[in-house]
T-cell receptor
Framework: KQEVTQIPAALSVPEGENLVLNCSFT??????LQWFRQDPGKGLTSLLL?????REQTSGRLNASLDKSSGRSTLYIAASQPGDSATYLC??????????FGRGTSLIVHP | NAGVTQTPKFQVLKTGQSMTLQCAQD?????MSWYRQDPGMGLRLIHY???????DQGEVPNGYNVSRSTTEDFPLRLLSAAPSQTSVYFC??????????????FGPGTRLTVL
């Protein structure tokens, strides 16, 4: 059974810092890995999707990398802003085509 | 496109009552699913569907029923509500099950309290 772990569970940083959020998974036979953002009381919004054949994806200040062989992905946030405060979740989809979610990293960026 | 819509946004039930959480998408997606999100437990899959007329159980299906009579709609029925079903429920959809390029789209959620 696929297991997804996200470290750290919570993070509080001052504005302007560059951040790295980590996601690890136990079964490397995946179709893709997605990073989502969830604001309090809201649904999940997709940030980046990395297919299994890709190594990284970028969108603005966000960069996500994937190392299938080691079962790891990182989400890099450059020059963090208070508006980045949210919970970030990763999800991996494998042969069952059902995504497995991590429990998320709760991020607070303070001015 | 409205995307994925869920109704109601909030609901309070008494133990033993039944109700249906509605989910609809207007993107012609084949794959739809229901999750519940509880503090410290993350997102857990309840039921999913890979197309109209096809449904299957997820990780925590007990106490819930689903049907998929149309591509657009995927209602979740609570048969006899219990306090353990107090949670936030999310519906999600994606174009095709298992295609590597497809992302999931989530609805805004239904916050359910069972007294």
């Amino acid at each position: 059974k696929q297991e997804v772990t996200q470290i750290p569970a919570a993070l509080s940083v001052p504005e302007g810092e560059n951040l790295v959020l980590n996601c690890s998974f136990t079964d490397s036979a995946i179709y893709n890995l997605q990073w989502f953002r969830q604001d309090p009381g809201k649904g999940l919004t997709s940030l980046l999707l990395i297919q299994s054949s890709q190594r990284e994806q970028t969108s603005g200040r966000l960069n996500a990398s994937l190392d299938k062989s080691s079962g790891r992905s990182t989400l890099y946030i450059a020059a963090s802003q208070p508006g980045d405060s949210a919970t970030y979740l990763c999800a991996v989809t494998g042969g069952s085509y059902i995504p497995t979610f991590g429990r998320g990293t709760s991020l607070i960026v303070h001015p | 496109n409205a995307g994925v819509t869920q109704t109601p946004k909030f609901q309070v039930l008494k133990t033993g009552q039944s109700m249906t959480l509605q989910c609809a998408q207007d993107m012609n997606h084949e794959y739809m699913s229901w999750y519940r999100q509880d503090p410290g437990m993350g997102l857990r899959l309840i039921h999913y569907s890979v197309g109209a007329g096809i449904t299957d159980q997820g990780e925590v299906p007990n106490g819930y029923n689903v049907s998929r009579s149309t591509t657009e709609d995927f209602p979740l029925r609570l048969l006899s509500a219990a306090p353990s079903q107090t949670s936030v429920y999310f519906c999600a959809s994606s174009p095709i099950a298992g295609r590597a390029t497809d992302t999931q789209y989530f609805g805004p959620g239904t916050r359910l309290t069972v007294l």
